[in-house]
T-cell receptor, first 111, second 113 residues
Framework: QKEVEQNSGPLSVPEGAIASLNCTYS??????FFWYRQYSGKSPELIMS????GDKEDGRFTAQLNKASQYVSLLIRDSQPSDSATYLC???????????FGKGTLLTVNP | SQTIHQWPATLVQPVGSPLSLECTVE??????LYWYRQAAGRGLQLLFY??????ISSEVPQNLSASRPQDRQFILSSKKLLLSDSGFYLC????????????FGPGTRLLVL
């Protein structure tokens, strides 16, 4: 069973801090990874995708991928209360259509 | 821009009743379409995906079925609902091709009593 595991949380950080969300995957064939944000009662919305080893930055968000260690992370700088949500990590093998999702990490940013 | 719609938004159904959930996409043609279920305490689970009209692939054996009668319409059905069918049902779309990002619709929350 190919799995994606996320740090279970919940994670609580003060406003303005860096939030670090982590994800590991068991399928070495996974080539692309996605971070989605899901507010309570709402559907997931894409934050970032990452395909290559290293860092990818988009505003306050940085995704990091290390395929050798089978590890993906999302850093949120200057965390805001509006960032409070469940963050879902997903991986995909090659050009396969199927995304394998982790169970998510609940992040709370305290004012 | 592309928009994805799902209805109904919420649904309460008795055990053994039929189900029909609908998803439509606007602003694109020949999208890949997906049905996911999110149950409490569990991750998103892919149920079905479709790469074209009438083409359905099932990921999980269950009492659900899917159909794609039109290019941008995807329907999830059941003849007899089970209690375990309760959950948050999400439709997603992506552009044609295996490397494309998936975007989710607003979802349907289903409670089977």
């Amino acid at each position: 069973q190919k799995e994606v595991e996320q740090n279970s949380g919940p994670l609580s950080v003060p406003e303005g801090a860096i939030a670090s969300l982590n994800c590991t995957y068991s399928d070495r064939g996974s080539q692309s990874f996605f971070w989605y944000r899901q507010y309570s009662g709402k559907s997931p919305e894409l934050i970032m995708s990452i395909y290559s080893n290293g860092d990818k930055e988009d505003g306050r968000f940085t995704a990091q991928l290390n395929k050798a260690s089978q590890y993906v992370s999302l850093l949120i700088r200057d965390s805001q209360p509006s960032d409070s949500a469940t963050y879902l990590c997903a991986g995909r093998r090659g050009s396969n259509y199927k995304l394998t999702f982790g169970k998510g990490t609940l992040l709370t940013v305290n004012p | 821009s592309q928009t994805i719609h799902q209805w109904p938004a919420t649904l309460v159904q008795p055990v053994g009743s039929p189900l029909s959930l609908e998803c439509t996409v606007e602003g694109t043609s020949n999208p890949n379409l997906y049905w996911y279920r999110q149950a409490a305490g569990r991750g998103l689970q892919l149920l079905f995906y479709s790469v074209g009209i009438g083409q359905i692939s099932s990921e999980v054996p269950q009492n659900l079925s899917a159909s794609r009668p039109q290019d941008r319409q995807f329907i999830l059905s059941s003849k007899k609902l089970l209690l375990s069918d309760s959950g948050f049902y999400l439709c997603a779309w992506s552009r044609t091709g295996g490397m494309e990002t998936q975007y989710f619709g607003p979802g349907t929350r289903l409670l089977v009593l």
